[in-house]
């Protein structure tokens, strides 16, 4: 019987002994990733449902706070995060053919990508806490407008948002450097590569979240009345 | 020794509550019975008698299945039918009902009356009478609760919330705090006083101050409302005359009930919602004005529905108020 | 069969005695010991809270603690209970023992996240204890703003730190089950073949999946809030408090059943194994598991009745909650027709899955008397509520829980306990249990807020009964602390299936050895089959 051979065998990467396939090891972590990433909708969402909340609330104060962004900026931002998004799907693609050196080219592509994004992203927080624009600054105020109080609310959120998915970003910088520490030690071939794989799954969704977060925050004053 | 085992009913809701009441714990008492004995029944009937019996096999029965089903949800439907007409009720305050406001802050109730009778702790109402309590807190959440009259609403800061009830019966009933509000919560308490409506003509006279609408109309001049607000329109704001339950156009569109709240958020935060064809100027009296001053200019602003404004009797007060009032 | 055989034998007890052994094991059985260790002591410590505040409650004046420190015993003792005692409970301790061995597998799918989702509840429980330590959290478990984002001066954040990381050691567990009941079921175990605690801890991992996020990022914006004065909840700068209510409440109401669920899939197997039959019904009691898990998000704002929501709300809200009462009573029903022509033993865990029954129902009945609009306005916030959740959480989940651990305790240490003890306490803790809380909802109907250091004179007869009724409970408690503690060394050696029941889990040596099966089982009997029960494991 082959589990009971099994039961007794060495355990390897591709096949942990608590499994009875490699292929019911890999449906598992890629089942409890997609899990994860549910629980992290869920978390996310109780940031969008205050948003939507208080926009419906306070639109015009939200029109304004988001109009003293920077656009440009932020859609900037966006195409590298489309890109590191492109390079992550070349690596797990170099993982499926085993080709290792394909895949730390693509991790750290993915990475820089990943860091210029962080940058980007500090820069723009700076912008904001040299506008007088950061929540909790004695010096607090917005321009456009006389509720000051709803445009914290609004810059809260901004950061609350924006720092919380960069905080996501934070830890896939911290994955892919595992991982292409662990490409270079020759953990993963073409029939193990689970990691890399689950990996990209998390890497989409940060992105996932940025392409909600990105209109949200910036975009909506586009549409109401000036 | 006291033990009581049930609440006095003093009001008008307060049966219709325990009515539903009854009915549910003889629904409960049954289904607790029914549980109870037949667990009691099958455990002696069926007891295990050797050690290595294996009972015969019951077939799950779908019958059985949906009268278990279908019978607690139709009863539920009931309490839930029941339920939500008492809530119905207790949500609509008759239009008749007598007007009080209430202030809550860590730890103490402040109650005030329509005739200027300003009330800590204690609140005096005649019998037979509905009564419109209009409430916001100064402070963190806090809930009005009545237990003889079966009512309790949560008094939030920032807004209004209303609750009214009619007591039936003269006597003195405990008003509780019962949303946890720190320190001091279990001694925000006070007493509820149902008085035979001669008996509480006779306590609204016995204390003779100006009425909530008088001290509203010396706070209106007082923070110099009176330059802009303008009652023949010509000022810089919107008249104040008749606005009061009208339905007014905002800037950019949209309108508003001009209720309670709405002078309210309009007294605190001017900008968010401005009246059609006016700037935002107004400043916000946000820590200028307690919320009892502006219950006081609400009671004031209602009068103006009603007739034409009065003359400020004190300019001169008025004036060197309202200069005070800017420079702080 | 002799201590010597116990010895012997290689199990997941005795293979590895040191503290790496143990404090990096990745056997879900070891990480469930670690579990049940934690969650006695949490218990324990939240116990004491509470006789703490019975003791103060026998004077209406106030006299024994301070009113500050009366605050902070009633918020420390929901904290701890709730979050630490009572969401761990039976999904961390027997689930994660359990719920492996019942689907046939060797271990739960990812066993280094399940040792990591113990460390996290460590860690929280950590912060939770500094902040006792450090002087205290007085805004009660519920945390409601704006009180506790801008007026408690107590250790909000280190509090709220505690419960958020916590928080994710209850998801990872729920992921951990979900993934496992999914790949890890051995072969021929179909879904309805699977024992009904493993439907139940499967409906509570999709709420912890679900929920939790919510109540963390909550949390966080409290967090925000606290420290840096911005306006989510606070209405002197535009925000909502009530807001703050309605995603509570959105995770602190499915918890509830984060909490019971699992209690349920216990008695199922209680009732079942003590009277030999399967649970009549059992698609039925299966899928009511599922119906609760998804119902139970939709009825948060049953909570918020008085706090100013619309009309229109409240009539949902309340139409909805009576929808959630519906599986449970068809629970009930199913499990009082099992025993119908069983052959009922007596067993301690059968005194618990009956007391269970007993007091689930009186819970569950109350239950319908607070989500009835009318009589919620009048109860709410006052004992009454206090009544109707202890006779849930404790009455259900505590009695469930500890009828769980008599069950499987000979599984679990190879050793019996000692039966004439064991069912002393059990009614001790049955009878304490209705002195405690039946006065309450006497009391409750009667006006007595919840939360309240003095009282007016009139209800301390009630109170005085109530405390009691605590000190019986609190004997109660500690017995078994005791009488299993010393069944460890000198109870009777227990067979593999002392019981004659049917599950995975009997048909392995007791305790299990590291990796449960040697040769994994193929099912061919449905769930509860008495005419197939796993024979004595001769042990060699």
Known sequence: MSSEAHAHAEETLALREQFDTAEQQKDASTLGMWIFLITEIMFFGGMFAAYTIYRSAYPTVFAVASSSLNVTIGAINTCVLLLSSFTMVMAVRAGQMGKRNMIIIFLILTLIFGCIFLGVKAYEWNEKYVEHHMPGQAAFHLEGTPLQGPAKIFFSLYFAMTGLHALHMVVGVGILLTLIVQTRAKKFSAEYFTPIDISGLYWHFVDVIWIFLFPLLYLIDRHLPK | ?328 | MTTAVLQERTHYLNNGYGLKSWLLTKDHKRIAVLYFITISIFFALGGVFASLIRLELVTPAGDLVSSETYNKLFTMHGVIMVFFFLIPSVPATMGNFFLPMMIGARDLAFPKINLLSWYLLIAGGGFAIFAMMAGGVDTGWTFYTPYSTTYSNTYVIATALGIFIAGFSSILTGLNFIVTVHRMRAPGMTWFKMPLFVWANYATGVIQVLGTPVIAVTLVLVFCERVFHIGIFDPALGGDPVLFQHLFWFYSHPAVYIMVLPAMGVISELVSTFSRKPIFGYPFVAFSSVAIAVIGFLVWGHHLFVSGQSLYAGLVFSFLSYFVAIPSAIKVFNWTATLYKGSISYATPMLYAFGFIGLFTIGGLTGLFVAALGIDVHVTDTYFVIAHFHYVMVGGTVMAYLGGVHYWWPKMTGRMYPEGWAKLSALFIFVGFNLTFFPQFILGYLGMPRRYHAYPPEFQVLHVASTAGATVLAVGYILPAIYLAWSLRYGPVAGSNPWGATGLEWATPSPPPTHNFDRIPVVTHEAYDYTAVPQEVEVV
């Not at chain 2, 035979?196 to 409302?225: I, V």
């Open chain 2, 1 to 328: 020794m006291q033990l009581p085992l049930f609440p006095e009913q003093a009001s008008t809701i307060s049966t219709e509550v325990d009515h539903l009441l009854y009915f549910l714990v003889a629904v409960s008492v049954f289904f607790t019975l029914l549980i109870f004995l037949a667990i009691f029944y099958f455990a002696i009937k069926y007891r295990r008698r050797s050690e290595n019996e294996i009972p015969e096999h019951v077939h799950t029965g779908l019958t059985l299945e949906i009268v278990w089903t279908v019978i607690p949800f139709g009863l539920t439907m009931i309490m839930f039918t029941w339920g939500a007409s008492i809530f119905f009720k207790e949500s609509r305050p008759p239009d008749d009902s007598m007007q009080i406001y209430v202030v809550g802050k860590q730890w103490m109730w402040k109650l005030q009356h329509m005739e200027g009778q300003r009330e800590i702790n204690e609140l005096h109402i005649p019998v037979g009478r509905p009564v419109r309590l209009t409430m916001t807190s100064e402070d963190v959440i806090h809930s009005f609760f009545v237990p003889a009259f079966r009512t309790k609403q949560d008094v939030v800061p920032g807004r209004y919330t209303t609750t009214w009830f009619e007591a039936t019966k003269p006597g003195k009933y405990h008003l509780f705090c019962a949303e946890y509000c720190g320190t001091n919560h279990s001694g925000m308490i006070g007493w509820v006083y149902a008085m035979e409506p001669q008996d509480y003509q006779q306590w609204l006279s016995g204390a003779p101050k100006g009425t909530l609408s008088q001290a509203g109309a010396k706070l209106f001049e007082d923070l110099a409302c009176s330059n802009c607000h303008k009652p023949d329109g010509s000022g810089r704001c919107p008249s104040l005359v008749g606005v009061f339950g009208s339905t007014v156009k905002l800037a950019g569109g949209g309108t508003v009930k001009a209720d309670e709240a709405y002078i309210r958020e309009s007294i605190l935060s001017p900008a968010a919602k401005v009246v059609s064809g006016y700037e935002p100027l107004m400043p916000t009296f946000q820590g200028q004005v307690t919320e009892e001053g502006v219950v006081d200019l609400i009671a004031y602003i209602k009068t103006l529905a009603e007739k034409p404004a009065e003359q400020p009797s004190q300019p001169g007060i008025a004036a060197s108020a309202a200069s005070t009032a800017t420079n702080r």
